[in-house]
């Protein structure tokens, strides 16, 4: 069985049988669980004619490659690959575009957590390059909590050619960067924009951070040098939330 194919936690499962039921191919649960948080998403499934059979922990374990699935876990058909051109096609419809950047996020955990604050904070689409990025993984969806089943993920060949066609159709796009010289509070962040967020440890790539229309720092007052990407991340599009709605 291809890990690809398993979606596990109750959130995320919640999630695809909510947005795309037709994707759950068959459940596992385990054996005796029957508590009310899992009770609605079990009557769900079987409104869809999903297959559900009773197992033990230890295959539930050896089924999503973790401990962590929360006593509930799928097989289920996959999500259509985004590319440069969904991306396109998806701003040519939005009148304000609001975008999230991630260059270079390859923990799961991380692109997991970013994907829950893009879907918190209203953002309408995710880019992550093809190569050098966490994917959607099992563990991805789990941490993002339903987001990654909303919030659309664009993988793309060029980081830097995706920004300049984005700045094309009139996206200005604002790089997270600690050596910025202005601050992330005197940004503009109000009209059609992207933000742009590196690596927790390398920070933006040089490429990327060239390609950004202006940089913008956060700033930090205590002895820590960085903040971890998916924390830095929700500071970021929620400064943009808070001018957006201002």
């Known amino acids: 069985m291809k890990k690809q194919d398993i979606t596990f936690g109750i959130h995320a499962l919640e999630s695809v049988l909510k947005h795309s039921p037709e994707r759950v191919i068959e459940m596992w649960v385990l054996q005796g669980r029957d508590d009310q948080r899992l009770i609605p998403l079990l009557e769900i499934a079987a409104q869809y004619g999903v297959a559900i059979q009773k197992t033990s922990r230890k295959a539930l374990d050896e089924k999503a490659g973790s401990s962590q699935h929360q006593g509930v876990l799928a097989r289920v058909k996959p999500v259509k690959q985004l590319n440069d051109n969904d991306l396109l096609a998806l701003v040519e419809k939005i009148e304000v575009p609001f975008l999230l950047i991630l260059d270079g996020v390859t923990d799961p955990h ?130 943009a939330v808070r001018q957006r709605i201002g």
């Open 110 to 239: 991380n692109l997991g957590a970013c994907l829950r604050n893009a879907d918190a904070a209203g953002v309408h689409g995710v880019i992550v390059p093809r190569d050098n990025s966490a994917g959607l993984t099992p563990t991805v969806s789990k941490v993002a909590c339903g987001a990654a089943e909303v919030v659309p993920l664009f993988q793309v060949t060029n980081l830097a050619r995706t920004m300049k066609a984005l700045q094309e159709k009139g996206i200005w796009i604002i790089g997270a960067a600690g050596e910025a010289e202005h601050d992330l509070y005197k940004a503009d962040l109000k009209g059609s924009i992207a933000i742009a967020m590196g690596a927790e440890d390398k920070g933006l790539r040089r490429l990327t951070r060239e390609s950004c229309d202006s940089l913008a720092s956060i700033p930090m007052s205590g002895s820590v040098s960085s903040l971890n990407v998916s924390v830095a991340t929700g500071i970021c599009l929620f400064e």
